[in-house]
């Protein structure tokens, strides 16, 4: 083997400057464009900009009051269905090269996922009534 195969089988430090220089670069940008819109933005703040309001609604009441557990259950468990939609996709681009094996493996993952939903209709968990 010669010496610059040998060297190009191992990384050195000086392999990763361009990734350190991009990121450098990236962050001094950020740093810089931050303090210039700082410096240069208007700073008049009125009453107006100072009231609270959630999407151009002003707001009622206290912003600390509890919140029913089923909205954060609803929004879990839309998450954890929709991430699993995101598996289907390497399967619907090979699925002629996985054959009926990989076929299998994804009625199984489906099925894993229907017995899940099952469960979850069966504790009550999308019922809204209290």
Do not use: C
């Amino acid at each position: 083997m010669s010496i610059s195969l040998l060297q190009a089988t191992f990384n050195t430090p000086v392999d990763y400057f361009p990734v350190a220089l991009q990121i450098g670069v990236a962050v001094a940008f950020v740093a810089v464009m931050m303090g210039v819109t700082h410096l240069l933005g208007p700073k008049r703040a009125t009453s107006d900009k100072l009231v609270n309001f959630e999407s151009g609604i002003p707001s009622i009441g206290n912003a600390r009051q509890p919140m029913a557990i089923k909205y954060f259950l609803v929004a879990i468990l839309f998450v954890l269905f929709d991430v699993e939609v995101i598996f289907f996709y390497p399967y619907a681009v090979n699925f002629r090269a996985l054959g009926q094996e990989g076929f299998l493996a994804v009625l199984l993952f489906v099925s894993f996922f229907l017995v899940g939903f099952v469960y979850i209709l069966k504790r009550g968990a999308l019922k809204w009534e209290d």
